[in-house]
């Protein structure tokens, strides 16, 4: 027998999960969240104190109406908590004139009538002096970029969700699902739960209750290292905004100080692609800003001999064109996914959220998500 009936169940209450779970519940449904680690963890993809947020989505214009209902529910949720969540201070995206990322910025600009102002080096390096860029490369400035406190809004979820008579438990692992007539039994060493819908939003552990679905997905392990100036002024929000340099080894991303850290710049990719997340390696190795280094070197020399007095691991969780996954399992149409956010998701959390609570309510999608969709990567035969 089940412990508890609710016509909901969450499994996994990071970003997404939680924002989620916020939206069910106050949508009047009876809700339970179920996440395997302890609150505020650092074993997943929602931590690391900031995550970039940013409009003229190179990656597919598609995202664009995401976006901008993310930005008005980032807002919602600030009212709602009363606390600031999202800091715009502008994006700055630099790479030569027809790398993928100023093309697709141009598109996505174009297509949706999005503020953003274009470049040259002589202007790149009279604003932002930060960057030694090469002379043929060119600029993309977003002023509604900027920047999330992550763990505060995982919390601004949370909280909401409490207070609207959710039931989240940690250190709750789910052990498996099942049907059980018309409803869903979901099992944990605590107890089995039923509920008529449930949502998969379980990150790099996805994979485990998707079935032939989840066999599409890879995990990624990523460092984030911050880096201390040795002006520190020079790199504070006034001068410096949320930047992503195209460079010869990859993608980086980096954010103005605002954290007493330092600078935090990441490698955006670039690292080996493995199945299980018993794969990721957790510790800092010291080769782990060895690629970070040389790029700083060349690009941000004031930082490439800095300290860094933090790293922290993450995983990213893969789909095969780093498109997310979002929607009904082909499988079975009362399980709602959330997954395969592929390093490039927390901005949309608030979004994806409201999605998945519409999904699991029977409330028509007024957003196109249709290139979300988890049957793209499924063959005729594992229909």
């Given amino acids: 027998m089940a412990n508890s ?8 209450l990071g970003g997404m999960g939680s924002s989620a779970a916020m939206q069910l519940a106050l949508s009047g449904s009876k809700v339970l969240g179920l996440e395997q680690f302890e609150p505020n963890h650092e074993l997943g993809s929602s931590h690391g104190k900031t995550r970039a947020i940013r409009l003229a989505y190179y990656e597919n214009p598609n995202y664009v109406p995401l976006l901008k209902r993310a930005y008005h529910l980032w807002h919602d949720l600030e009212w709602r908590v009363g606390e600031t969540l999202l800091e715009e201070c502008g994006c700055l995206s630099v790479a030569y004139p027809n790398h993928e990322v100023i093309q697709g910025i141009i598109a996505s600009s174009a297509l949706h009538s999005l503020d953003v102002d274009f470049l040259s080096h002589a202007q790149l ?10 002379e043929s490369y060119v600029g993309a400035f977003e002023k509604l970029g900027g920047y999330l406190w992550v763990d505060r809004c995982v919390q601004a979820f949370q909280k909401i969700a ?12 789910v052990t498996s699902i099942r049907n059980v007539g018309t409803d869903i039994e979901v099992d ?15 990150g790099p552990w996805a994979a485990n209750f998707l079935g032939t679905s989840g066999k599409c997905l890879s995990l990624m392990r990523q460092t984030t290292h911050w880096f201390m100036p040795e002006k520190p002024q020079d790199f504070l929000r006034d001068k410096v905004p949320v930047f992503m340099v195209a460079d010869q080894e ?17 490698r955006h990719y670039g690292q080996v ?21 040389v790029f700083l070197n060349r690009r941000i020399p004031t930082l490439a001999k800095s300290h860094s007095p ?19 399992l082909p499988e079975n149409p009362n399980i709602i996914v959330g997954a395969g956010f592929s390093g490039h998701g927390f901005k949309f959390a608030s979004v994806v959220g409201e999605i998945l609570s519409q999904l699991v309510c029977n409330q028509p999608v007024t957003l196109n998500i249709e ?6 990567f499924l063959n005729d035969s594992d229909r």
């Fill in 162 to 173: 409490r207070n609207n008579n959710a039931d989240l438990l940690f250190e709750t692992p």
């Fill in 188 to 202: 944990t060493p605590k107890g089995k739960y039923l509920a008529r819908k449930v949502v998969i939003t379980a």
């Fill in 250 to 266: 990859g993608f980086f991303y980096g954010f103005p100080m605002v954290d007493p850290e330092g600078v935090k710049i990441a």
């Fill in 5 to 12: 009936i609710y016509d909901v169940i969450v499994i996994g």
């Fill in 125 to 134: 390096s009279e604003k932002y002096g930060f960057l030694n860029l090469p």
């Fill in 371 to 376: 290139f979300l969709n988890l049957g793209r």
């Fill in 310 to 328: 933090l790293a922290k691991t993450c995983i990213y969780t893969l789909s095969p064109d780093r498109h997310f996954m979002v929607g009904p």
């Fill in 273 to 293: 692609e493995v199945q299980q997340p018993s794969e990721i390696m957790r510790g800092i190795l010291p080769e782990d800003d060895a690629a970070l280094r």
